[in-house]
């Protein structure tokens, strides 16, 4: 038998408040009626509830107050919460949204209006906290691999210099500290990357926020992003000599923030997997409304079988290519590409070289 949804609720009034708990536990939640002055703390965290219902204007205490309490304990902050009120202003609705209201429900209501509004609030909590869950197991398995080869040489260094600092060279002591250094680096990179994956992946639970980080309120020369990145990457790589661009204009409606996360992880990765004197070229022109950028490198290409594992992080992101090589660049390409339904295609051949193609609108 499922456990009962619990719900714990706010209301002075107590035919109301008797007529809510009597048609909520008509459709099998647990009710708990709370007077307004509670010790909120201590009975949420006893109740733990599933979702929080509450009047407006109470005479112990406001549900405005009740609410901006909650949200000041960390452990609360996630229970979804709603609103009875018989009338509300644009200040009192913009007022209980901003302290983190889910929902207003105006009296009088219907038992189906009310019903339906929690099993909705219930749903898009229950939502969040698998896409939530789900990521977080994804990432479990996938980051100790991405940071392993790092950790060892920072690990396996720092103990040569600790256990044998007194029959080390000074050029010993120097260049096992430069190598600490290049993978202390290279782990700071790899966790920022990860923590830039994470903020993409929790922009599928807000389309607010996702357009937002995706367009911007004017438009972006995309080829000066371009020169902008290539200008960084220049920066790490010091291959200068190695880089061709063929860039026209184009006017893209996209931020200048998801073009250039997009962007610079590619011609990182471009250079990345080449070696030096590997050409690197970036190719860039409008074509059908959209600019159509073209990244390549004769480097060291992919295998067929790899080509394939990243064919399914286009489609899936990065739970579907755990432990592969390319680690956390690709992924949030591949991120920001799928929220703008524009997937990069990939061609390559091992040993050979890479192209990838993005159509940016």
Do not use: W
């Not at 452990?75 to 209201?101: Q, S, V």
């Not at 996938?142 to 040569?160: D, I, Q």
């Not at 899936?316 to 929220?339: D, M, P």
Request: proline share 3%; with cysteine.
């Amino acid at each position: 038998m499922e456990e009962q949804l619990k719900i714990v609720l706010f209301e002075d009034n107590p035919e109301v408040s008797s007529n809510i708990q009597e048609i909520l536990e008509m459709n099998d939640f647990k009710v708990f009626l709370l007077e307004a002055d509670v010790n909120l703390k201590e009975e949420i965290s006893l109740i733990n509830p599933d979702l929080i219902i509450s009047d407006i204007m109470m005479p112990k205490k406001s549900g405005f107050q009740i609410l901006e309490e909650l949200r000041s304990y960390k452990e609360f902050f996630d229970i979804p919460f709603i609103f009875l009120t018989a009338k509300t202003t644009y200040d009192d609705l913009r007022k209980g949204m901003n302290f983190g209201a889910d929902d207003y429900i105006y009296k009088p209501f219907s038992s189906d209006d009310l019903v339906h509004s929690i099993k909705l609030r219930l749903e898009k909590a229950n939502h969040i906290k698998q896409k939530i869950d789900e990521f977080s197991n994804n990432i479990a398995i996938h980051v100790p691999h991405e940071m392993r080869t790092p950790l060892v040489s920072l690990l396996g260094y720092s103990s040569l210099i600790l256990d044998d600092y007194k029959s080390l060279s000074d050029e010993d002591v120097i260049s096992f500290t430069e190598r600490i250094n290049f993978s202390a680096k290279r782990l700071h990179r790899t966790i920022e990357k990860f923590i830039q994956y994470s903020n993409l992946v929790l922009l599928e639970l807000d389309k607010d926020d996702r357009n937002k980080f995706l367009f911007g309120n004017s438009t972006v020369e995309i080829s000066e992003v371009i020169k902008s990145c290539v200008e960084k990457i220049n920066h790490l790589y010091k291959r200068e000599d190695d880089l061709k661009i063929r860039l026209e204009t184009f006017n893209s409606k996209l931020s200048e923030l998801s073009l250039s996360t997009i962007l610079f992880e590619l011609i990182d990765n471009a250079f990345k997997f080449s070696k030096q004197g590997d050409k690197v070229i970036i190719e860039g022109k409008p074509e059908d409304n959209k600019y159509k950028i073209e990244i390549f490198n004769n480097g060291k290409g992919i295998s067929d079988q790899n080509l394939k594992k990243l064919e399914e992080l286009t489609k899936h992101g990065i739970q579907k290519y755990n432990r592969f090589e390319h680690g956390f660049g690709l992924a949030i390409v591949s991120k920001v590409t799928n929220y703008l339904g524009e997937p990069m295609t990939l061609e390559s051949e091992k040993d050979s070289f890479t192209k990838v193609t993005l159509r940016i609108p």
